[in-house]
């Protein structure tokens, strides 16, 4: 079992930076991710990481302004979030997955947290 608490986020002006972190118990040996959800819209993959941190994913949308890293010893995740725009602004959530494979889709994931709010105003 793992259990995962997000935490990190908050409200910053277009062009500004954040930093989310997901801090993790259980088994270490899962591959991580960070999902969005803006208002009204569907949840959608961000980035996500080996649990060895060698194998990195990008959105698209974020590739080059986001960078997801992880610390083993400290069982936390990170997303470094810069050059913010406003249609970066949603509910963040890291998600564990108990799978060999570095996946994108929503379903593939085992467990989530409850997210954290980052909001980037115009």
């Known amino acids: 079992q793992v259990q995962l608490v997000e935490s990190g986020g908050g409200s910053v002006q277009a062009g500004g930076s954040l930093r989310l972190s997901c801090a993790a118990s259980g088994r270490t040996t899962y591959n991580m991710g960070w999902f969005r959800q803006a208002p009204g819209k569907e949840r959608e993959f961000v980035a996500a990481i080996t649990w060895g941190g060698g194998i990195t994913s990008y959105a698209d949308s974020v590739k080059g302004r986001f960078t997801i890293s992880r610390d083993n010893a400290k069982n936390t995740v990170y997303l470094q979030m810069n050059s913010l725009k406003p249609e970066d602004t949603g509910v963040y959530y890291c998600?564990?997955?108990?799978?060999?494979?570095?996946?994108?889709?929503?379903?593939?994931?085992?467990?989530w947290g409850q997210g954290t709010q980052v909001t980037v105003s115009s």
């Open positions: 998600a564990a997955d108990l799978s060999r494979l570095l996946r994108r889709s929503t379903g593939a994931y085992d467990y």
